[in-house]
Nanobody
């Protein structure tokens, strides 16, 4: 059974930091590209960050470049998103996604809420 479980969300003040984790099981983790998405109230789900299977290449949305860092651990089968200098507009539900590029195979987690508020 495939599972992706996000954790680490919460309430933080502007300028603060959070670290999200995505624990996975039920599939061959190192075959999959890992990505983080987010969805704010009333908005479409949007790409935040992605990392290749071996962790060698990382890509970020312009809105988070320089503030967020994606990483993965192929031994522990986890993906993480370190979020620094958080802004009010980072408030959203954050989802991790595992995908096999070009094969239409993807799995999603259930999401974790991040709220940035003073």
């Amino acid at each position: 059974q495939v599972q992706l479980v996000e954790s680490g969300g919460g309430l933080v003040q502007p300028g603060g930091s959070l670290r999200l984790s995505c624990a996975t099981s039920g599939f061959t983790f190192h075959y999959y590209v890992m990505k983080w998405y987010r969805q704010a109230p009333g908005k479409e789900r949007e790409f935040v960050a992605g990392v290749t299977k071996d962790g060698g290449v990382k890509r970020y949305a312009e809105s988070v470049k320089g503030r967020f860092t994606i990483s993965r651990d192929n031994v522990r089968k986890t993906a993480s998103l370190q979020m620094n200098s958080l802004k009010l507009e980072d408030t959203a539900v954050y989802y991790c996604k595992a995908e096999v590029v070009g094969q239409n195979i993807e799995y999603w987690g259930q999401g974790t809420q991040v709220t940035v508020s003073s």
